[in-house]
């Protein structure tokens, strides 16, 4: 079982920054991926970044160059750092980890990005 738990979002103007933080219950050097994903009111969940064990990271194109994946593996954190905030940026973001055949899932954490 893998509990996964966001924090950091919040209300920011655009053009701001915020840091999400994924504290994760297990060692995080044991998961292949992990990933942010976001959903926008009355849209589907997309994936906004993920890194795997390895380092290797990918990011949607609307965030390439703005949003920066990362983790601490002495913290068993994954974190989001998100710059240039737009509008439609605005969303609930969650923190994805891939385990064990599994998807695990945080409760999420409220973006919101005003113009």
């Known amino acids: 079982q893998v509990q996964l738990v966001e924090s950091g979002g919040g209300l920011v103007q655009a053009g701001g920054s915020l840091r999400l933080s994924c504290a994760v219950s297990?060692?995080?050097?044991?998961?292949?991926?992990m990933a942010w994903y976001r959903q926008a009111p009355g849209k589907q969940r997309e994936l906004v970044a993920d890194?795997?064990?390895?380092?290797?990271?990918n990011y949607v194109d609307s965030v390439k160059g703005r949003f920066t994946i990362s983790t601490d593996m002495a913290k068993n954190t994954v974190y989001l750092q998100m710059n240039s905030l737009k509008s439609e940026d605005t969303g609930v973001y969650y923190c994805?980890?891939?385990?064990?055949?599994?998807?695990?899932w945080g409760q999420g954490t409220q973006v919101t990005v005003s113009s």
């Open positions: 994805n980890a891939y385990w064990s055949l599994r998807s695990y």
């Open positions: 297990i060692r995080i050097s044991s998961l292949r991926n």
């Open positions: 890194i795997t064990s390895g380092g290797n990271t």
